[in-house]
Nanobody
């Protein structure tokens, strides 16, 4: 069974850090075309936060998170991670893991809530 399960979401104060993880089962993340983290805040469309290519060496980030977030993949653990630091209230959202088998075919996790509030 193909499945992505996110974890690590929490409530933190502004300036805090979190590490999100996405565990894959039923397929191998390293074989995917591309892996991404998206987020969706209440009343807003889902947006791409960060992505990593199939080699694991090329990454891209939304302007709003560049320099604060790092996406990485663990082949040994078959997981995708998002290290987040200097969190801001505007980072509050449900974060989703996305694995693309091809440019048009992919899988989604159920999401994990990140809340940044004092």
């Amino acid at each position: 069974q193909v499945q992505l399960v996110e974890s690590g979401g929490d409530t933190v104060q502004p300036g805090g850090s979190l590490r999100l993880s996405c565990a894959a089962s039923g397929f191998i993340l390293a074989n995917m075309y591309r892996l991404n983290w998206y987020r969706q805040a209440p009343g807003r469309e889902r947006e791409l936060v960060a992505g990593i290519d199939s080699t694991g060496r090329r990454t891209n980030y939304a302007d709003s998170v560049r320099g604060r977030f790092i996406i990485s993949r663990s082949n040994a653990e078959n997981t995708l991670s998002l290290q987040m630091k200097d969190l801001k209230p505007e980072d509050t959202a449900v974060y989703y893991c996305n694995a693309l088998r091809s440019p048009t075919v992919g899988y989604w996790g159920q999401g994990t809530q990140v809340t940044v509030s004092s």
